[in-house]
């Protein structure tokens, strides 16, 4: 059980962390991370660099942008895996995965690509997802993947060990977001963009993921998710969006199991350019409203 005075301790402790100053983003290409042609090749996991160190070091860090989105390997793991949906990539991370989705939910919570049992296991979406072109796809595309590795202080940014979402929670770091500020999740059908709003913690009862919720419903996702933001993205998102939740297991708040680590983005339109991002320090986010 994780007592009141913990929790209180720890959200100043987060407050604390994300008061750094803020900084405008420019965006630039990539220079790695490129897929394989063939199914083998793109099921290993990149550990890429995709800029220097000295690049990274700048006043004003870059924003990562793709050469490509990982749509162009969907068709060849959906022969090995007739489950594939789409394909996720985050630039300069090593979250460059198909995407499955399974009969449940539940269903490849413990198995990998080949339908093995495995821990590090998949990235897959809810079974309540709709997919195929932006016009299509739920309100809500929600994608959950593990992290076994990377879930409590002191959290590690891009750690080439951490797998499959081992990486997301670099995202609790404002420098991280600031560099880090479009996501692609693509289907068979279509390319997309989408643009990261929200980064937070939440117990497991906040309704993060309902894949098809009322406007009204979205909106107060939205809401929400944006007031427990660790951080502020100048990013205007309504439920006339449609969003892309980003959730794995997390245990910064203790070993209570019913915490999560969450990224959202809204999905940009097709000819949008990447433009300028400023993302800064959220002062007073709401914490996880734990029960007991």
């Not at 932006?134 to 990377?150: A, D, F, I, P």
């Not at 007031?227 to 910064?252: G, N, W, Y």
Request: net charge neutral; aromatic share 12%.
């Amino acid at each position: 059980m994780f007592a009141k005075g913990k929790t209180s301790l720890i959200a100043i402790f987060m407050t604390a962390v994300v008061l750094v100053t803020s900084l405008t983003v420019t965006a630039f290409a990539e220079g790695g991370l490129s897929s394989g042609s063939s199914a083998e090749k793109t099921s290993e996991t990149s550990t890429k660099t995709e800029a220097s160190v000295d690049e990274l070091a700048t006043a004003k860090p870059k924003a990562y942008v793709a050469k490509t989105t990982g749509w162009e390997d969907i068709a060849a793991w959906k022969a090995v895996n007739s489950d594939v949906v789409g394909w996720l990539k985050i630039p300069n991370t090593n979250i460059n995965h198909a995407v499955v989705m399974g009969a449940t939910t539940s269903y490849y919570m413990a198995l990998d690509y080949y339908k093995k049992p495995s821990r590090n296991g998949v990235i897959w979406a809810d079974s309540k997802v709709k997919t195929g072109k932006r016009t299509e796809l739920s309100k809500n595309t929600v994608l959950y993947g593990h992290n076994w590795t990377n879930y409590a202080a002191p959290l590690q940014i891009t750690r080439a060990s951490d797998v499959m979402f081992g990486q997301l929670p670099s995202y609790h770091f404002i420098e991280f977001a600031q560099t880090h500020p479009y996501i692609y999740y693509s289907t068979e059908a279509e390319q997309m963009t989408w643009q990261v709003f929200a980064v937070f913690y939440t117990e497991d009862s906040f309704n993060y993921i309902a894949a098809n919720p009322s406007d009204a419903l979205l909106q107060k996702i939205i809401d929400e998710a944006k007031s427990r933001s660790l951080h502020d993205f100048d990013v205007e998102v309504t439920a006339k969006d449609k969003i892309l939740t980003l959730s794995t297991c997390t245990r910064i708040y203790g070993r209570r199991d019913d915490q999560r680590f969450v990224v959202m983005a809204k999905l940009l339109p097709a000819d949008q350019k990447l433009a300028s991002v400023t993302v800064t320090p959220n002062t007073d986010f709401k914490p996880p409203q734990f029960k007991y």
